[in-house]
């Protein structure tokens, strides 16, 4: 297993919030690997922004990383998708704590990047 399937292993494995249905840990789960393998592949391409701004040119590497940290994110977006999907369906009130807790995250990234 590459590094890039690993993207987000370790945050996955922290415990889920108290007031989160066990219902829905997978989800949060899935959220968070999404979120990770998001920063990763932002990661690489702001490495290749600042070395294209300094004269440099990607190399076939930094090609191939781009696009199987992208191939990671892709299929992290589709597990969560599906995740939220089936739990919404199989239980609403659960979908609707992670989301408000997914809510919290985003309100907690916009504050710490001002």
Known sequence: MSAE???GADR??????LELPIVAHGAWWAY?????????H???LERLDFKYRHGGTRTLAEGAQLETLLAAH???VREFASA???LGAAEPAARDVLITLMSEIVQVDKG???
């Open 42 to 44: 932002y990661g690489c």
């Open 12 to 17: 996955a494995k922290a415990n889920a919030p």
């Open 84 to 86: 939220i999907k089936a």
């Open 74 to 76: 892709d299929r992290c």
């Open 112 to 114: 710490a990047a001002h």
């Open 32 to 40: 968070l690997a999404m979120l990770d393998s998001k920063q990763a």
């Open 5 to 7: 399937d690993n993207v």
